[in-house]
């Protein structure tokens, strides 16, 4: 048997390739749009979570996602759904309750662990393109340890989707109590689907459906809803980024109202 410390008599040895990489396409273009693409909404998020104003719609009821829930002093009471127990203060967003596991899920997610490893660590940046560290131990050492708990974000990000819906719900109710559709109600719901889309196709949500199971026949429903996840997860990139996009729409269209920048398109109300 050939091992790999030995090889037959008579065997040329490997050929020594001094380029990095034998690939000519433009291997570089994915990882740089990637990060271009994640850092560009890094720094909007960054700057609105901060800005801390432009964020509530009192005529609509329109709170953005980045926002809720709205649990800070310095929140506008109809805001704040859940009440007011944080501190106001310029280094506290006022949606620190939510943010930090928000962030945790996303950053834990098995999609932007691929995409933030090859483009922002080159780690590796391509295939069959070399590593750009001379070493690697998994994610078994700090800091990449706490990428396991990625199945325990995963019931906090749900949690915050069940708010993110109950203020799309919320929304409905204007100023004068009465029931109104608009255009902001409209992009509420689409963020508030494709969140739900996102978090129910993560793999752990996967896992934690059928995951264990040995009988798929003795557990029917549970199939049919492991089944759907599974079609689900197949787009869990594609929806990692479209999530992306629809947060980012959403806070831009609820500022632009708070601002005065244009009013709301009504159809009811």
């Known amino acids: 048997m050939t091992t790999l410390a ?3 008599t008579g065997a040329k040895a490997r050929a020594e390739i001094p380029a990095k990489t034998l ?26 979570v901060f800005m801390q104003k432009w964020y509530w719609v009192d005529q609509y009821s329109y709170l953005t996602p980045f926002y809720s829930p709205c649990v ?10 859940f009440g007011r ?32 490893y090859r483009s922002f660590w080159i780690s590796p940046p391509a295939c069959a393109v070399p590593d750009g560290h001379k070493s690697y131990s998994g994610e078994t050492r700090f800091p990449l340890i706490f990428q396991n708990a990625h199945r325990y974000a995963f019931y906090a990000a749900a ?19 009465t029931f109104g559709l608009g255009l ?28 264990r ?34 947060l ?5 269209y609820i500022m632009a109202l708070a601002a005065g920048w244009w009013p709301d398109l009504r159809f009811v109300g």
């Open 72 to 81: 800070s002093d310095g929140c506008v009471p109809d805001a704040a759904h």
């Open 248 to 252: 980012a729409v959403t806070d831009f």
């Open 184 to 211: 902001g109600n409209v992009i509420l719901w689409i963020n508030v689907i494709m969140l739900w889309a996102y978090t129910v196709s993560c793999h752990s949500c996967r896992h934690i459906i059928g995951g």
């Open 23 to 48: 690939r000519t396409d433009r291997w570089w273009l994915a990882p740089l749009i990637t990060a271009v693409g994640l850092g560009a909404w890094v720094l909007y998020a960054t700057v609105r």
């Open 159 to 177: 949690i915050i989707s069940v708010i993110n819906t109950y203020d799309a719900i919320l929304a409905h109710i204007t100023a004068e109590r």
């Open 85 to 116: 127990f944080l501190p106001d203060n310029p280094l506290i967003p006022y949606a620190a309750l939510s943010l930090p596991f928000l962030l945790l899920f996303r950053l834990t997610c098995y999609y932007y662990r691929k995409a933030y």
């Open 213 to 246: 199971l040995k009988h798929f026949s003795k557990h029917p429903v549970r199939y049919r809803a492991w089944t759907f996840v599974s079609r689900l997860n197949a787009r869990h990139m594609a929806l990692a980024w479209i999530t992306l996009g629809t």
């Open 6 to 8: 030995t090889r037959p």
